[in-house]
């Protein structure tokens, strides 16, 4: 079985400019989230979609990040503009089930550095 | 906000003993997960106990659930150098969308 595929793995931007990361998890999986994580930090959530319909987005900075999950599959987190403390891994995950209610399966993660 | 607080923060042992982490949460829970993460990797799911259950085992590892103090912990026994990690619980909420919240997590070494 193929796990959650996340790009790019690596990605260094200067302040102000604007970056996507794409996640694609495993098939069949209902729910998706998109977490932050600051180095030496648990991981945040930043938005929960259930199939292509938004769950949570309580923590999601709206006034530069935005989130899609188009057609319930493939989903894109965008950033504009960057901020330095933006600087993170940002991690895609999927669940068979309800949000929160079964295991997350976990991508390896895009590491952001914003200069 | 992180919904729960491991503790300690790090933990370092030798090889052979025994680790124990433990992690508080402040609302209620449907089910109470924990995570293993290495360096530069990201998660792996550990085990996931439900809020009805008190104590389950997978392999080296056993979890306890208490409901009531809103605290779960995690024992890993005959550790291994290859256990060494940061360990997360996670909790999925109850209603609210059922979120999956991660605490701020528990390094642990061990050394040979």
């Known amino acids: 079985e193929a796990g959650v595929a996340q790009s790019p793995r690596y990605k260094i931007i200067e302040k102000r400019q604007s970056v996507a990361f794409w996640c694609n998890p495993i098939?069949?999986?209902?729910?998706l989230y998109w977490y932050q994580q600051i180095l030496g930090q648990g991981p945040k959530l930043l938005i929960q979609?259930?199939?292509?319909?938004?769950?949570?987005d309580s923590q999601l900075p709206k006034d530069r990040f935005s989130a899609e999950r188009l057609k319930g599959v493939d989903s894109t987190l965008k950033i504009q503009p960057a901020k330095l403390e933006d600087s993170a891994v940002y991690l895609c995950?999927?669940?068979f089930g309800t949000g929160g209610r079964t295991e997350a399966f976990f991508g390896q993660g895009t590491r952001l550095t914003v200069v | 906000s992180q919904q729960g607080e491991e503790d300690p923060q790090a933990l370092s042992i030798q090889e052979g003993e025994n680790a124990t982490m433990n992690c508080s949460y402040k609302?209620?829970?449907?089910?109470l997960q924990w995570y293993r993460q290495n360096s530069g990797r990201g998660l792996v799911h550990l085990i996931l106990?439900?809020?009805?259950?008190r104590e389950k085992h997978s392999g080296r590892l056993r979890v306890t659930l208490d409901t009531s103090k809103k605290s779960s912990s995690l024992l890993i026994t005959a550790s291994r150098a290859a256990d060494t990690a940061s360990y997360f619980c996670?909790?999925?909420?109850?209603?609210?969308?059922?979120?999956?919240?991660f605490g701020t997590g528990t390094q642990l070494k061990v050394e040979l």
């Open positions: 995950a999927s669940s």
């Open positions: 098939s069949g999986h209902a729910t």
């Open positions: 979609f259930q199939n292509n319909g938004v769950v949570d």
């Open positions: 609302t209620s829970i449907n089910n």
């Open positions: 106990i439900r809020s009805n259950e």
């Open positions: 996670a909790t999925g909420l109850t209603g609210g969308g059922n979120k999956l919240t």
